[in-house]
């Protein structure tokens, strides 16, 4: 984000207290930011705060004579490389879904050709209201960014969705946003993601613990790398990374085939996902009643997703993972040989490691050699792992030895 121009529109509501850090956070990574406030936002935050810590004069009214003699609005909407809007109350939400131009930051809103983004904020029964929703559906179908909210205890004594996401992750989500360059820039990359459900019968399956958030950091690095990336998860309750296209699954099956719909064009194909190795061979059309004190479930194996992708004549650069709960590097060490992969993220699984938790560690084995990425959150981590990633397909790119150069692994 470095010298990149950030508008922070403002808007009335509790959540711009937290505002004022999402500066400081933005401006740690190196952007500019102008804060434009509306007539709500100066009822709970002061625009000397804002001045404080963006270092730039703060702007909040439409009919600034100083700003308008060179007509100021179409000045900062040329000037931002991106809109933030955070916190976004229902009532601008509703205004910049209808096109209104009655204050500075709608009338910027609409004279901008810089991506525009919301953070919505607000009571949880106003952001489930049909008016609410209707509002979202039309910004999401005009390109406009949604960031959250998030869900948990409310200004109000309530609980429910309707948060404003943290700064921390707001700041990440723009620079997300802004990844028109990188080392992957112009290269396509499709990450599987999360469990897959084999189903018993119509109420019960069988799944696994994998919660999704280590595919879904890898997305997030891949797209902040510059790549177009396309997501494939399996059922899990994660937000989107911004800037990723999603594709919904739920069974080993549906995950292969929306795998290699996908597929062309792909520069590189990273398999996070824990893609359940069996299923029952015959799913019961009606819920199986309690009857016996027993009950034999005959399995089949499912598809294997990654070992299709890697034998594809046109296949891309292809990376794998390996949950393992003992001799971890060894069994990834064969998984990368009997599949044929290009790269393989090794990690221990079990005992309140990987699955369900907020941090990982990998040891990653391509044939330039092993990496240990030490201990650290899932997008650190996922950071890391993408740069090695960038580092062997670069290395690799056109020259994709066969046989003989795995055993230098």
Known sequence: MQGK?????VTGGIAAYKSPDLVRRLRERGAEVQVVMTAGAREFVTATTFQAVSART???????????????????????????????????????????????????????????????AMNHVM???????????????????????GAGDQACGETGDGRMLEPTDLAERVAALLSGSGPLQGRRVVVTAGPTRERIDPVRFVSN?????????????????????????????????????????????DMLAAV?????????????????????????????????????????????????????????????????TQAVEQNALAKLLKKNLDMIAANEVGHDKAFDCEENELIVLSRNGRHHLPRA?????????????????????????????????
């Open 260 to 324: 290699l719909k996908e597929l062309p064009g792909t520069d590189i194909f990273i398999s996070t996902a824990a893609v359940a190795d069996y299923r029952p061979a015959q799913a019961a059309e009606h819920k199986i009643k309690k009857t016996a004190p027993t009950m034999d479930l005959s399995m089949e194996r499912t598809a294997d997703v990654l070992a299709t992708v890697a034998a594809r004549t046109d296949r891309p650069f292809v990376v794998g993972f390996a949950a393992e």
């Open 5 to 9: 121009r950030i508008l922070l529109g």
């Open 377 to 409: 959150d899932k997008v650190t981590l996922a950071r890391g792992f993408v740069a090695l990633v960038v580092e062997d397909f670069a290395a690799r790119a056109g020259t994709r030895q066969r046989g003989p150069a795995l055993a230098q692994v």
């Open 127 to 149: 952001w489930a209201h049909a008016a609410t929703r209707a509002n979202i559906a039309t910004l999401a179908q005009r390109g406009v960014q949604v960031f959250g909210p």
């Open 209 to 253: 613990r994998s919660s999704g958030r280590m595919g879904f950091a890898v997305a997030q690095a891949a797209r902040e790398a510059g790549a177009t990336v396309v997501l494939v998860s399996g059922p899990v309750g994660l937000e989107t990374p911004a800037g990723v296209a999603r594709v919904n699954v739920e069974s080993a099956a």
């Open 58 to 120: 703060v702007r909040h009214d439409l009919w600034d004579a100083a700003a308008e003699a060179a007509m100021g609005h179409i000045e900062l909407a040329r000037w931002a490389d991106a809109v933030l809007i955070a916190p976004a109350s229902a009532d601008f939400l509703a205004r910049l879904a209808t096109g209104q131009a009655d204050d500075l930051l709608a009338t910027l809103c609409l004279a901008t050709e810089a991506p525009i983004a919301v953070a919505p």
